[in-house]
């Protein structure tokens, strides 16, 4: 924005724009039900539709806006109340605006001193949020620990593994690379991040051990330490367990007590996944989610999942930010500043892979900020009432079967028949254009995955929802 | 948003709140140049004036807005026309609005039918930009090749490493854990992601060799060859070269050519980071960027440097996209689906650390778009253009040293004095407000670094720091 040249777009004219662009979300989402949840596009059909070359000359941003509606074709509308696929990315109005806000200040919170507020509203989010959710106060930063935004947790379960790789290694693993003797523990059920950072660390994924899970499709803790103590008597360093809080798979919630007890026996860090579940713990009587969480070294959640804050935004936290800082810090001359040299402020760069830094804390101060705790509390309650109420309904119809607990927001049931069947009813259901549900596999059975907490969402879309369900599932078994 | 609960901003609620916000964005950047460049806080200033606790209740988007008062006092303006450290990290009206689009939509592109607009946008942006900057056809979508947009460029040359060692080890690495012996190769000018990037994938940085640099601080490539010879010597595998094209202390050349063809004789990856200066190749006569770049097997440059794209935009290409996926692709039965099985489409999360991704590509369609090529060709010489004027005022003040070649847009400059005298001087026109300069040390003398590239700035403000700069070094000499 600039009044000076003809080149960039004025203040006046980024006003109008803005407000076009306003309306244009606003309009979305007063029509999104009209659309498609899940995308019916073939492969190639908006590359085809789009120009082969970039333009020479520039376009003005009305048309810009109205080429939106040939890419809305091959959208599939997260934000729609039917969308009850993979896990919600849970948005609201304030974390648009609060992100809008970062977007426009377009400040690189990388140092201190590249913008304090960056640096210091995100401390003090992440020091609410252990107060929100009755986190140990060890991840507060007045501790020894402390917390950082990252993109997703999928990094943040890499920083993780790799504070854990460098204690492990009193710090030699940086310098000398891995030499192929650290373990690492998951269940069978934990997220494919896991795996993804066990590569990308260097430690191998013959070093990888998933551990069996229970008829709760919880990790099996006999078989944890079993492993563990193979690996000892094999002479290999065991360093490392993610226990996960709500599988993706299935919400399944392993017994992070009993896994933290092992690991402080042995001196292994215990990381915890609670991606989806974590926010639960803001209402007290969700607390279970919390269970054991003193005997973490690190964890993760995501508010951009279920605490209505936009994508991207993973918390992550860790008790003794030393091994972190031993795992990531650099400071080239060109990034030294007298703040940093000085040991009194935090440079976030240090707290994850990339240097460079968006202001994301704005969208988390905007949402806790315009809900409050209580409005938060709210919105949680309701989504654990409308899955209870789902569980209900498909419990008193013979046909389906629910397969696993339902102890947060997910429900995974099945038709009562073959693995084909379910395939099929799920390929009808989304291919109808009415909702948008995925699918795992549990003990080897095609189960659906019906998922809630999308903020658009009511009880009153979640009960069409599921008798539109019972007409697909009768409809199959007529044809 | 939804209407049909209190909970949650209504449609018309955000529709206000937004024009707000839209205001407040526009409003800023007209009085952008009253505040001081670089915040002048002291640490822990914006978190004492925070409260201490969560609010239990929500407040109004109004008072949210208010509240950005305090925030600014601790805003770096990265988009002020005096903000001449580091790096920029330039934007526009286009850039934020298109990203805006991006939030309100919130989908979640990390598979292709999660939204094909998302990952085919993207794919074809990316296409764009080869033609663009008459990159190598192999980056080309339609080739063996291709692309991805990453958050940074440091996330761009970690996955650009791992790629080169799953190739090195013939995608054992994964498997195995790293095991040593793979020896990794940039200048001591690279930028500091590279060590980064070695501590992260367990290769170690004992097996990091800097090399040498010439008078021009590019790297001496009689040098690289000598250490890469003796690690093959000591039964060492040479894995991965990274040579810079604009280096961030000075933004030097490496001799992407001659690197290339040792690289090639002896099958080492070669990756060229050219974050910063990437993008000049737009204008035919800045293609001296990408000479030798038929060489690489992987390259970066960001869209948010210098390309009018805001913050976060990587952009990150692959000659052969299969040393990708193999480093980096997982597949649980959760995220299975149709097209991804037939091969017929890209799924991007297996083109980056995260699983999940932003809809960043219409950031880049809604710049490129707006702009034509034209205009970024415009903006791109203008820069350059200023910077050769700068360049000439500072060549006349005989109490002033350059340092460096000034290829692009960043002049290394400095007092014939010493390193003490510099870091005062650099302090006291920090301190004052006026703009924002960086430093760096240049055989070991202390530099001062004046960037060019933040969108809102004109040879005008160009001029005035300079006088001013002038100032400073008069008023340092008389007290």
Redesign the interface.
């Known amino acids: 924005?600039?009044?000076?040249?003809k080149?960039?777009?004025s203040?006046?004219?980024?006003?109008k724009?803005?407000?076009k662009?306003?309306?244009?979300?606003?309009d979305?989402?007063?029509k999104i039900e009209d659309y498609p949840v899940?995308?019916q596009?073939s492969?190639?059909?908006?590359?085809n539709n789009?120009p082969d070359?970039?333009?020479?000359?520039?376009?003005?941003?009305d048309?810009?806006l109205k080429?939106?509606d040939l890419?809305?074709?091959?959208?599939?509308?997260?934000?729609s109340?039917n969308f009850h696929?993979?896990f919600p990315?849970s948005?609201?109005?304030?974390g648009?605006?609060?992100?809008?806000?970062s977007?426009?200040?377009?400040?690189?919170g990388m140092n201190?001193?590249?913008?304090?507020?960056?640096t210091?509203?995100e401390?003090?989010m992440l020091d609410?949020l252990v107060?929100?959710l009755d986190l140990p106060e060890y991840f507060l930063s007045s501790s020894s620990g402390g917390g950082a935004i990252q993109?997703?947790a999928?990094?943040s379960s890499?920083i993780a593994l790799?504070a854990a790789?460098e204690k492990t290694t009193k710090t030699n693993?940086?310098?000398?690379?891995?030499?192929?003797n650290?373990t690492v523990y998951t269940s069978s059920q934990a997220?494919?991040?896991i795996?993804?950072a066990v590569?990308?660390?260097?430690?191998?994924?013959?070093?990888l051990r998933l551990v069996k899970t229970d008829k709760n499709f919880a990790m099996d803790v006999e078989h944890l330490r079993q492993l563990i103590d193979k690996d000892i008597k094999d002479k290999l360093k065991p360093s490392f367990v993610c226990a996960t809080v709500g599988t993706?798979?299935s919400t399944a919630l392993d017994p992070v007590e009993k896994i933290g007890k092992i690991c402080k026996d042995l001196n292994i860090w215990l990381h915890v996944d609670s991606a989806m579940a974590g926010p639960a713990a803001i209402c007290p009587e969700f607390r279970f989610v919390n269970k054991g969480l003193t005997y973490a070294n690190s964890y993760t959640f995501n508010p951009?999942k279920w605490m209505l804050t936009?994508?991207?935004c993973s918390i992550f936290y860790i008790q003794n930010k030393k091994y972190l800082l031993n795992?990531?810090s650099?400071?080239?001359?060109?990034?030294?500043n007298?703040?940093s040299s000085t040991e009194?402020?935090t440079d976030l760069r240090d707290w994850g892979?990339?240097?460079?830094r968006?202001f994301r804390a704005?969208k988390l101060?905007?949402v806790?900020?315009?809900?409050?705790?209580?409005?938060i509390q709210?919105?949680i309650r309701?989504d654990m009432h409308i899955t209870q109420k789902l569980k209900e309904w498909i419990s008193k119809d013979d046909r389906f079967e629910i397969i696993a607990p339902t102890p947060l927001t997910l429900i995974c049931f099945r038709l009562k028949g073959s693995n084909d069947e379910n395939e099929k009813l799920l390929?009808n259901i989304n291919k109808s254009g009415s909702m948008y549900l995925?699918?795992?596999?549990l003990d080897n059975k095609y189960t659906l995955?019906f998922s809630i907490g999308t903020?658009?969402s009511?009880l009153d879309h979640v009960k069409n929802s599921w008798k539109k369900i019972q007409e697909f599932a009768t409809q199959l078994r007529i044809s």
């Open positions: 924005m600039n009044n000076k040249t080149l960039h777009m203040t006046d004219e980024f006003r724009a803005g407000y662009a306003i309306d244009w979300i606003a979305y989402y007063e899940m995308s596009l492969p190639n059909e908006i590359i789009l070359n970039p333009p020479i000359e520039g376009k003005k941003f048309d810009i080429d939106m890419l809305m074709n091959g959208i599939t509308h997260w934000q109340p696929a993979f990315c948005t609201s109005g304030p648009i605006l609060g992100d809008l806000l977007t426009g200040l377009a400040v690189n201190w001193i590249t913008s304090p507020s960056a210091e509203l401390i003090h609410w107060k929100m993109d997703t999928s990094s890499l790799l790789r693993s940086n310098k000398a690379g891995c030499n192929g650290l997220h494919s991040s795996e993804k590569k990308i660390a260097g430690i191998g994924t013959n070093n993706t798979s951009h936009n994508f991207d795992a990531l650099i400071m080239p001359e060109y990034l030294k007298k703040q009194q402020v892979i990339p240097l460079g968006r704005l101060w905007s806790i900020n315009y809900y409050g705790v209580k409005g709210d919105y309701n390929y995925s699918h795992t596999k995955r903020s658009t009511s």
